[in-house]
């Protein structure tokens, strides 16, 4: 990667913080346990015990009431994976660049998987309601693109769905821009659908700061296994754990700014008030998109096709 590349990936780690809002402190949340790794552990415990500090606007507890999942089973999840894995594998067959993003979200289900089963999280059945209702959005956009039902597309899965039909970016910025469609478009929508607050008035809040530290263990590998198979490019940092580390502090703020957005949608009283909480929601998914779009894009696929074909059903 280039120093210019590298400075921009720096401002747009700003440019994500700096959207993050900062509310008064509370000590309810317990702090994260620290990360052995040296770079990581110069930014991320730190950032976790901040994140760990804000605290969950008072968003009123309910049962849920959604189709999805509602037995909060964990056989949700496995239904979810299986549908997973077969649009991979139809995916990797044509070397179609939305494989990149199919192989990360099916790695993180399955990390959320075990995680659910192992109790990691204090709210299993929440967990996987969540999973599932989300994955489902995710099903829903890219069926409709491909079936070329293009009407209601959200601005941010347009950007980064035509950027993987033209072939247009490097698999890292395939990667990004699906992740920040998915996270900071669809994400507080399946939240506030699912419920931030249990009927007990617990807040979920803890469990959703909870995961960002089980995703510090998924880029390496994940990122390894996209390079392998996909695009050798993926992983081109040659600088320790730069890469990850980049990684963990962008989807902190990304997910911190999911939780914020979805207490805009729970806390809307009238039409009004939602419609400005979508149009904050879709402006700031779609802003982003932009940002990325242009930061990762590439004149020619070729390698990387090639690449593909050579290694991409190993």
């Not at 280039?2 to 509310?23: E, Q």
């Not at 990797?92 to 998987?113: D, G, K, M």
């Not at 940092?237 to 980049?246: H, L, N, P, Q, R």
């Amino acid at each position: 990667m280039s120093s210019l590349t590298r400075a921009f990936l720096a401002a747009f780690v700003a440019l994500v913080l700096s959207a993050a809002p900062l509310v008064p402190a509370s000590a309810d949340d317990p702090a994260p346990p620290a990360d052995p790794d040296p770079v990581r552990g110069l930014v991320l415990p730190p950032l976790d015990s901040v994140i760990g500090l804000l605290p969950p606007l008072p968003v009123p507890g309910a049962d849920y009431a959604g189709d999805l999942c509602r037995s909060g089973s964990g056989a949700c999840i496995d239904r979810v994976i299986a549908r997973m894995k077969v649009r991979l594998d139809r995916l990797v067959r044509t070397c179609s660049h939305s494989a990149i993003f199919s192989l990360a979200y099916l790695r993180v289900t399955e990390n959320v998987r075990d995680a659910v089963r192992s109790g990691y999280f204090d709210d299993a059945k929440w967990l996987n309601r969540v999973d599932t209702v989300f994955a489902d959005l995710y099903f829903d956009v890219t069926s409709r693109w491909e079936s070329g039902r293009r009407t209601n597309i959200p601005a941010a899965w347009k950007i980064a769905l035509q950027a993987e039909d033209d072939r247009a970016v490097s698999g890292l910025g395939n990667f990004m821009l699906a992740m920040n469609a998915h996270i900071n478009r669809d994400f507080p929508y399946v939240i506030a659908r699912v419920g931030l607050t249990a009927p007990d008035g617990t807040s979920h809040k803890a469990d959703h700061n909870r995961y960002n530290q089980r995703l510090d263990s998924l880029y390496a590998p994940v990122f390894a296994e996209e390079a392998r198979r996909f695009d050798p490019t993926f992983d081109d940092v040659d600088a320790g754990t730069v890469e990850e580390t980049i990684a963990g502090v962008i989807m902190r703020g990304w997910r911190e700014m999911v939780w914020r957005h979805a207490e805009l949608l729970a806390l809307s009283r009238n039409p009004a008030q939602r419609t400005l909480a979508q149009r904050e929601i879709e402006t700031y998914a779609a802003l982003q998109a932009l940002v990325i779009r242009q930061l990762f894009q590439i004149p020619d696929s070729t390698r990387r096709d090639a690449w593909c074909a050579a290694h991409g059903q190993e």
